[in-house]
């Protein structure tokens, strides 16, 4: 096996709101797990003069930083019945192959290999305990939030918890079971939770770094993810999990301090202006993790062009996600218990009317401002259902091409409806009081009634499909909740065969006549379910590159991938 040495360039930043320099210090990788010696640029800094001072190993932990997810990750969208991009997507269809390498396999060893290198170089410096262990938790933290992602797409990984040099035995380590990947995640959060400050006593100046509030929420995102994976999936001790997503969540929302965000100046609208500039930084307290981009030009970390992506279809809305929010009244759109405000649609605007406002600050409508000044009209550019998100939109965004609105990769209205998630997985009942304290703050912001088990009994409906479906809809478009929501669910079997539809067309919306296909009630076919498949026995776990499996015969491929 070749090991490739790579030399590293000292990139430093300033960090807008962190107040801190980004920079690779010792620990700038290879795009595989393999390449594993790390050597310096000998004109710039060498490993032996490094690792002396705190603001080395600063350096080093704000490294693990820039493997946050950044806004362009809300594609990942895709892979549901939720939205499509302008063409197929083989995650979400079923058509994927084993690949030859993966960036979803490397870069999280990547990311391993970094926080452990930070972990090892704190222990042998000469500084305060409690600075070392600060700079570790955060490592541990991304160490946890590596292992979670591995998790969730392959199962039971190799479990590397130190660097490694040529000839290491842990090249060749075979796979960890769940149980071990999950331990070990728990084992670091805790850590982290043992010895990062509360969300309340860090500083502005520290917005956007690693606290033990956000060890918290990921502690109840990832515990939640296992507890219902295994429930459904049959494996393991699901309650375990599912009493630790509850406890951490509860603790989480007893201490009063985060809320979700409110804009005083339109508080109807708040949910639109929670993705826009407006709540962006350290007073908003929904946002416990946000990847930082910056404040404008001349305060900058970094910028993104998402309402460009947007525009040019990078996620479109399918019919599946429009169906699914309720009316105003907390009644649904199909079924039985059909909301009295459902009349037959007569334009492409009737669907919008007496809505989840949600709806309509998530998919664009006909007459929002869009781009150059312009109305939306309905369109098939760049959409092949017919829809657009409007949820990160700017039209200034647009024009400028860029911007510098915050990614949230973890939110407070996720613990709220993880608490609420978790009881009731649990118990099998939920009390309106829970109810009140976790779910019905998210209805509230939206401006939906309340969920009651008095109104969920008179209209025959489902606890757990309510709870379920605020879920959806609150977090709808935002990367990769849905698709995880639905593998950990085991309903990815009955949902991803689904042909996609898209809007209901009205030709006389439209300037030009589009090609589509449509249904019998006029609903555009983006991708029929001839082209649509899931195999329970296979698609629940990601397939193992071909490379890595190759470097390392200890690594067994999941079931079913050839």
């Given amino acids: 096996m070749k090991i490739q040495i790579k030399k590293s360039e000292i990139l430093v930043k300033r960090v807008a709101k962190l107040g801190v320099l980004i920079a690779s210090a010792s620990v700038v990788f ?6 594993l010696d790390n050597k310096f640029d000998e004109t710039q800094v060498t490993d032996a003069s490094f690792w002396k001072t705190e603001s080395h190993l600063l350096m080093g932990a704000n490294y693990l930083y820039t493997f946050l997810p950044g806004i362009g990750e809300n594609n990942a969208a895709n892979w549901s019945d939720d939205s499509r991009s302008t063409g197929n997507n083989s995650i979400s269809d079923g058509s994927r192959l084993v690949p030859s390498s993966a960036g979803d396999y490397t870069g999280n060893y990547q990311l391993i290999r970094a926080a452990n290198t930070v972990l090892e170089k704190a222990q042998q410096m000469s500084l305060d305990p409690s600075i070392i262990n600060k700079y570790s938790a955060e490592a541990r933290f991304f160490r946890a939030y ?22 290491n035995e842990l090249l060749q380590a075979p796979r960890g079971t769940r149980e071990e990947v999950v331990n070990l995640i728990y084992e670091d959060l805790d850590y982290a939770i043992q010895n990062l400050p509360d969300a309340k006593d ?39 999990h599912l009493t630790i997503a509850k406890n951490v969540a509860n603790d989480m929302i007893s201490t009063g301090y985060f809320k979700l965000f409110n804009y005083s100046a339109d508080p109807a609208k708040s949910y639109y202006y929670l993705f826009q500039k407006e709540a962006n930084g350290y007073a908003n307290k929904e ?3 946000p990847r930082l981009y910056g404040k404008d030009m001349t305060d900058k970390i970094s910028t993104h062009n998402y309402s460009r992506n947007l525009e040019q279809g990078a996620i479109t809305p399918t019919r599946y996600l429009v169906d699914a929010y309720l009316y105003v009244d907390g009644l649904p759109r199909e079924g039985a218990n059909r909301s009295p405000y459902f009349k037959p649609s007569v334009s492409t605007l009737t669907e919008f009317e007496n809505r989840d406002p949600r709806l309509a600050m998530t998919v664009f409508k006909r007459g929002d401002l869009y781009i150059n ?22 039209a200034v965004d647009w024009r400028e091409q860029i911007s510098f609105t915050e990614h949230k990769v973890i939110r407070y209205a996720e613990v709220l409806l993880s608490y609420a998630e978790a009881v009731y ?35 025959q409906m489902n606890m757990l499909e309510e709870i379920r479906r605020e879920r959806r ?27 996609t539809l898209g809007i209901q067309y009205f030709e006389n919306e439209y300037a030009e006549k589009p090609s589509v296909k449509l249904t019998p009630e006029g609903y555009v076919i983006a991708q029929t379910a001839a082209t649509r498949k899931f195999d329970p026995a296979r698609d629940y776990l990601w397939p193992l590159p071909i490379t890595e499996l190759g470097l390392n015969p200890n690594l067994e491929q999941n079931p079913e991938w050839k």
């Fill in 473 to 499: 809809v609150e977090f709808a478009l935002e990367g990769e909740h849905r698709y995880w929501d639905i593998i950990r669910w085991k309903i990815a079997e009955k949902v991803l065969p689904l042909p």
């Fill in 425 to 459: 997985e649990l118990d099998g009942n939920i009390s309106d009081s829970d109810l009140n304290r976790s779910l019905n703050l998210v209805r509230e912001r939206a401006g939906m009634p309340k969920l009651t088990n008095k109104f969920v009994s008179d209209h």
């Fill in 202 to 240: 860090t500083k502005s100046t520290d917005y956007g770094r690693i606290n033990k509030s956000v060890a918290q929420a990921l502690k109840v995102r990832l515990a939640l993810f296992e507890g219902t994976f295994e429930k459904y999936h049959k494996i393991g001790d699901s309650k375990k």
């Fill in 146 to 167: 590596a292992y979670g992602e591995l998790l969730k797409r392959f199962g039971g990984m190799p479990i590397i918890t130190r660097t490694m040099g040529l000839g």
């Fill in 287 to 289: 946002n416990i993790l």
């Fill in 30 to 35: 290879s795009s595989c797990m393999k390449d």
């Fill in 373 to 394: 000044g312009a109305n939306y009209q309905p369109m098939f550019s760049f959409t092949q259902t017919g829809y657009k998100t409007f949820k990160y939109f700017n």
